[in-house]
């Protein structure tokens, strides 16, 4: 452990010691985001050390500083001289090597500029307006026939919203950008899952996808697929081995986008040339594939369904939005900040600088907390109450700084078109089940939501 976090931790009381092992512990997060306690972190601290013990497939680590109050944490997001995501990543686990960083370094989800800023620019030039316009009537398309088939069998009944619903509609979403074959789509799902959800033993082998029901591509990319160890467990995904089918599948795609190009956004980008920095390659392409089926996925996937638990939670803002379907957008938002999909984020510091009342070193791990910086009371009045009249501009669900969100325009175009259209074919939702949460100190994922309606 890192000798000066050790030495901060080490001073800390021990009830607030155990509050931040709590908030560290992906266990936790199964039965929910420990609010109370990240909020007596970060009104009693604001800026709190936090230890690494090593945990099942979670190596001890050097700690890190956890980073709590709302205008901390958008002073990290904004400066990424002082605050790098290439240095060690943006994950709070480090990588297990040298090779592993420089793996994740090719990624923009992990680069500073200028090499982020290059790519950013070209990929938001990617999303044409004619391209966006397009993307936005597939959506509702597929919203129509996700919705028809959840409807399908009569006046009532019960489905597992995070799967049939809240999965898939992301998924379609993403095969329109990326170029992906609709029958492919599920090898998404399956990529995300031992990404997202290494740390949960239902996750972390996923393997669902018929290959009998897809594309040559993907029976290709499945032949290259990892298999578990003796110990059970899938490689390491933040390595390029342990998600080789992954990027067999990208490196074959783009090399077809490049032959032949099409409409969708991945398409434009590859066709497109960059002043002096040229085309993208097609191992650029790759880590963009990875960054968009697994990054471009997940706060989707589980914001849905997270926003569908605060509407069970609250019938009164069920009954509200039925009566006043114009207020789904602001809702959409509320629901974003009150769930927060993506919990945390981890920058690097290069210099010696302060942060609240500590002082930071180079080379210190930095993890900011969007889940406490979303219910700031300094920002939100009475944060931990959902409610879709209050101003939710400042929320942190999409970042903040020069890695903000690409895609969260297309990620509320989503929300705002499903919450819409669920509202208007049914008279009623309500809770058949528990939801089952995903283990993950990272993401605050929804593996199953039992939901009933009545049409």
């Known amino acids: 452990m890192n000798a000066r976090i050790a030495t901060a931790y080490d001073r800390l009381p021990a009830h607030v010691q155990e509050l931040t092992t709590l908030a560290h512990d992906p266990a936790t997060y199964q039965t929910g985001v420990p609010y109370e306690g990240l909020a007596a972190l970060r009104d009693g601290y604001g800026v709190v050390p936090v230890a690494e013990p090593a945990l099942t497939g979670w190596p001890e680590g050097p700690g890190y500083w956890l980073v709590l109050r709302h205008a901390d944490v958008e002073?990290?997001?904004?400066?990424?001289?002082?605050?790098?995501?290439?240095?060690?990543?943006?994950?709070?686990?480090?990588p297990a090597s040298a090779e592993d960083l420089a793996y994740v370094q090719r990624m923009m989800l992990n680069m500073d500029p200028p090499d982020h800023t290059r790519l950013r620019r070209m990929l938001a030039k990617s999303f044409t307006p004619r391209a966006v316009s397009k993307l936005e009537e597939q959506i509702q398309a597929h919203v129509d026939r996700i919705v028809d088939r959840m409807l399908a069998h009569g006046d009532s009944g019960e489905c597992d919203f995070a799967k049939d619903v809240a999965a898939d509609l992301p998924l379609l979403a993403l095969a329109d950008v990326l170029g992906v074959p609709s029958q492919d789509r599920w090898l998404l799902f399956d990529w995300s899952n031992r990404v997202i959800g290494w740390q949960d033993p239902d996750y972390a082998t996923s393997g669902s996808f018929d290959p009998s029901r897809g594309t040559d591509l993907a029976r290709a990319a499945l032949a290259e697929r990892p298999e578990p160890g003796a110990d059970g467990l899938m490689p390491d995904p933040r390595s390029r081995e342990g998600m080789l089918d992954l990027y067999t599948y990208a490196h074959l795609l783009g090399?077809?986008?490049?032959?032949?190009?099409?409409?969708?956004?991945?398409?434009?980008?590859?066709?497109?040339?960059?002043?002096?920095?040229?085309?993208?390659?097609?191992?650029?392409?790759?880590?963009?594939f990875w960054l968009f089926a697994v990054a471009g996925n997940e706060t989707l996937r589980n914001g849905i369904p997270g926003g569908m638990i605060a509407l069970l939670q609250h019938p009164e803002t069920q009954r509200q939005l039925r009566d006043q379907p114009d207020q789904v957008p602001a809702a959409v938002e509320e629901m974003l900040r009150w769930w927060t999909p993506v919990m945390a984020f981890r920058r690097t510091a290069t210099s010696a600088t302060r942060l609240g009342d500590v002082e930071l070193r180079a080379g210190d791990k930095i993890v900011v907390s969007f889940a406490a910086a979303n219910r700031d009371a300094a920002v939100f009045t009475e944060p931990d109450r959902f409610d879709i009249e209050r101003s939710t501009s400042a929320h942190l669900t999409f970042g903040h700084g020069p890695h903000f969100c690409l895609g969260s325009h297309l990620a509320r175009v989503q929300m705002r078109c499903l919450f819409t259209t669920l509202l208007a074919r049914t008279s009623w939702l309500e809770a058949a089940g528990e939801p089952a949460l995903l283990r993950s100190n990272f993401q605050r994922g929804v593996k199953r939501l039992p939901l009933a309606w009545t049409r």
């Open 75 to 94: 002073r990290v997001l904004r400066d990424p001289h002082t605050f790098s995501s290439a240095v060690g990543g943006t994950q709070i686990r480090d």
């Open 255 to 288: 090399e077809a986008k490049r032959r032949e190009p099409g409409e969708d956004v991945m398409s434009i980008l590859m066709a497109q040339r960059d002043g002096e920095d040229g085309t993208v390659s097609v191992e650029e392409f790759e880590n963009l």
